[in-house]
């Protein structure tokens, strides 16, 4: 099992910045990928941001790519998500996930919110 720990919320004016972090603990080994999703009221999770956890390499929804920035501390089982540019439609819960290689996103944490007024 892996715990994950989402932190770094918060209420902002648009064109702002934040960055999110994801403590992950338990069995961090079995971590494939490390991804960022979240969900805006009335609306369907939605993917942001994911990253291979060893190699690094990352992809991106095209509505936060320029803006947004994913990374990892594997010394400190910690994905991240710098936030740049934020504007009102980012307003959401955000959440951290993680997937074994060939499997699904899961072991969610419990999200933090992130606030963003015009």
């Known amino acids: 099992q892996v715990q994950l720990a989402e932190s770094g919320g918060g209420l902002v004016q648009a064109g702002d910045s934040l960055r999110l972090s994801c403590v992950a603990s338990g069995r961090t080994f079995s971590i494939y990928q490390m991804g960022w999703f979240r969900q805006a009221p009335g609306k369907e999770r939605e993917f942001v941001a994911a990253i291979n956890w060893s190699a690094g390499s990352t992809s991106y929804a095209d509505s936060v790519k320029g803006r947004f920035t994913i990374s990892r501390d594997n010394t400190k089982n910690t994905v991240y998500l710098q936030m740049n540019s934020l504007k009102p439609e980012d307003t959401a819960d955000y959440y951290c996930?993680?997937?074994?290689?060939?499997?699904?996103?899961?072991?969610w944490g419990q999200g933090t919110q992130v606030t963003v007024s015009s």
């Open positions: 996930a993680r997937r074994s290689a060939g499997g699904p996103f899961g072991s």
